[in-house]
T-cell receptor
Framework: EAQVTQNPRYLITVTGKKLTVTCSQN?????MSWYRQDPGLGLRQIYY???????DKGDVPEGYKVSRKEKRNFPLILESPSPNQTSLYFC???????????????FGDGTRLSIL | AQSVTQPDIHITVSEGASLELRCNYS??????LFWYVQSPGQGLQLLLK??????LVQGIKGFEAEFKRSQSSFNLRKPSVHWSDAAEYFC????????????FGKGTKLSVKP
């Protein structure tokens, strides 16, 4: 089954304690993205990757890092989390060629982070 | 810069009534446009998309949307709303025409009255 898997689904942690949210896709997609969703703000892109070792900042990259060492994985790293990074995070992937039929961008189920 | 505007933050309609959710975009070229729905506590589900061709696009769950270049709009419609349609709806445009890179509107929350 084609899917984007995020872990963990929920996390409560404290300010300054480094954390990583993993994202893995099994569709051999080139493009992967991270978004954060906040009430009244919709989804905002954090980082974007067009392929292995190619990443780019989105609209709200401050406080986040990513890496793309393998095609299937695109982890989101918060080196020193702060309360303003409390949010719902989505990972997404899509193919470079064509528009993926009925699902041009596949989304994970989301990770809810609470930073105390 | 590209952007997507959803003017209505919250809309309430009666069950069985018609629905129109507004979306305006800014982009110089032909945009690739999408509508997503997010039910409470759920992820995002694609309702429909517009790439080119017929400006009236049919989607899942009885939704349709019409692309109007002259108005820079891509409004979502449904002739008869069901209680299960209560959710948040997001319009999105592909940034620079790149399918892997979407710009989302802030969303419209739909409530359905019995």
């Amino acid at each position: 089954e084609a899917q984007v898997t995020q872990n963990p689904r929920y996390l409560i942690t404290v300010t300054g304690k480094k954390l990583t949210v993993t994202c893995s896709q099994n569709m051999n997609h080139e493009y992967m993205s991270w978004y954060r969703q906040d009430p009244g703000l919709g989804l905002r892109q954090i980082y974007y990757s067009m392929n292995v070792e190619v990443t780019d900042k989105g609209d709200v990259p401050e406080g986040y890092k990513v890496s793309r060492k393998e095609k299937r994985n695109f982890p989101l790293i918060l080196e020193s989390p702060s309360p303003n990074q409390t949010s719902l995070y989505f990972c997404a992937s899509s193919s470079r060629t064509g528009w993926g039929g009925n699902q041009p961008q596949h989304f994970g189920d989301g990770t809810r982070l609470s930073i105390l | 810069a590209q952007s997507v505007t959803q003017p209505d933050i919250h809309i309430t309609v009666s069950e069985g009534a018609s629905l129109e959710l507004r979306c305006n975009y800014s982009y110089g070229a032909t945009p690739y446009l999408f509508w997503y729905v997010q039910s409470p506590g759920q992820g995002l589900q694609l309702l429909l998309k517009y790439f080119s061709g017929d400006t009236l696009v049919q989607g899942i769950k009885g939704f349709e949307a019409e692309f109007k270049r002259s108005q820079s709009s891509f409004n979502l419609r449904k002739p008869s709303v069901h209680w299960s349609d209560a959710a948040e709806y997001f319009c999105a445009v592909a940034r620079g025409g790149s399918q892997g890179n979407l710009i989302f509107g802030k969303g419209t929350k739909l409530s359905v009255k019995p």
